[in-house]
Each structure stands twice: as structure tokens, then as C-alpha cells.
Nanobody, 121 residues
């Protein structure tokens, strides 16, 4: 079992920055992948960025160049640094962790409760 708690959301003006944090507890050594997702009102949840256990990162096109995902395994925490924020970035941001077990072969997804990010002047 993995428990995820996000923090760092808030209200910011366009062009501003925020750093979101996602702290994991439980079987954290079993996490293979972590990612940030967001859901705006009336829209489906979408991936923002992901990072593997080996540190390989990936970003959706709309945040490339403006976002940096990172993880501090000593603190069991993943971060999302967002710069040059736009009103379109307004959404609830969720973190997700995937645990893959070999015996038995299975995968489990865990989600945090979400943190609101509002970009408005």
C-alpha cells in the first residue's frame, strides 16, 4: 500500500510560479513510476509529467519548457516546479504512483487527494 499527499497548490497570477509536492508513505521502495496529473472543470484528467524510478522524465507538450518534475527518494517526495503559469493551467493537480509486482505479476495505482492550482489575475 502507498499513501500519497499533495501540497503546494494555491492561487497565483499569470506568469507566476508554484512548486507542488507529493509525499509518499507506505511501501515507497516498491514505486516504479510517479506522475503529476491535472483535471480542469468540465475536462478529463490529463497527464502533466512523469518520472520513473531511474529518473527518466517526460512532459506533456503544453508544459514542456515550463515545468520540471523531480523526486527526492530520501524524503519520499516528488515535486513539480511550474513556471510561467497560464490561466489554462488552472486545475486540481493529482499525484499518482504505480507499483509493479513480479510475484504475482500485477500492477497497482495509487492517487493522492489533489491540490487546487488557480491562475488568475
Amino acid at each position: 500500500q502507498v499513501h500519497l499527499v499533495e501540497s503546494g497548490g494555491g492561487s497565483v497570477q499569470p506568469g507566476g510560479s508554484l512548486r507542488l509536492s507529493c509525499t509518499a508513505s507506505g511501501s515507497t521502495s516498491s514505486i516504479n513510476y510517479m506522475g503529476w496529473y491535472r483535471q480542469a472543470p468540465g475536462k478529463e484528467r490529463e497527464v502533466v509529467a512523469g518520472i520513473t524510478k531511474n529518473g527518466v522524465t517526460s512532459y506533456t507538450d503544453s508544459v514542456t519548457g515550463r515545468a520540471t518534475i523531480s523526486r527526492d527518494d530520501a524524503k519520499n517526495t516528488m515535486y513539480l516546479q511550474m513556471n510561467s503559469l497560464k490561466p489554462d493551467d488552472t486545475a486540481v493537480y493529482y499525484c499518482k504512483a504505480i507499483v509493479i509486482t513480479i510475484t504475482p505479476l500485477n500492477s497497482h495505482e495509487y492517487w493522492g487527494q489533489g491540490t487546487q492550482v488557480t491562475v488568475s489575475s
